[in-house]
């Protein structure tokens, strides 16, 4: 069983950062991609970021040079490190899990963003991130 759990949200006063943490579990696919997602009250979830298993990465445009992806192979996880927090970045993060790691060519037939969520496959609970002061 496929098995992917957030951690590391909370509460952090704006300017604050915090890193998220994406365990995964119950799969072994040699080429895919973690996606970071996030929804906030009202409003659709949205992408953030994702790495693939290629190293690539993708960062939406109001999250560059403040948010960065990274991944840990031995120890099964990704992480998203978020430097100067804002109100709002508030919401809750989801990981995802998309079994290819190229979004690309899905992206393209599909004629949308590769930071579509209906490019995943697989999804965690997600991690409630409160930015306020």
């Known amino acids: 069983e496929v098995q992917l759990v957030e951690s590391g949200g909370g509460l952090v006063q704006p300017g604050g950062s915090l890193r998220l943490s994406c365990v995964t579990s119950g799969f072994t696919f040699h080429d895919s991609t973690i996606g970071w997602f996030r929804q906030a009250p009202g409003r659709e979830r949205e992408g953030v970021s994702s790495?693939?298993?290629?190293?690539?990465?993708y960062y939406a445009d109001f999250v560059k040079g403040r948010f960065t992806v990274s991944s840990d192979n031995a120890k099964n996880t990704v992480y998203l490190q978020m430097n100067s927090l804002s109100p709002e970045d508030t919401g809750v993060y989801y990981c995802a899990l998309a079994r290819t790691g190229d979004l690309a060519t899905p992206a393209r037939s599909l004629g949308v963003e590769i930071g579509e969520a209906l490019l995943y496959d697989y999804w965690g609970q997600g991690t409630q991130v409160t930015v306020s002061s």
């Open positions: 790495i693939s298993t290629n190293g690539s990465t």
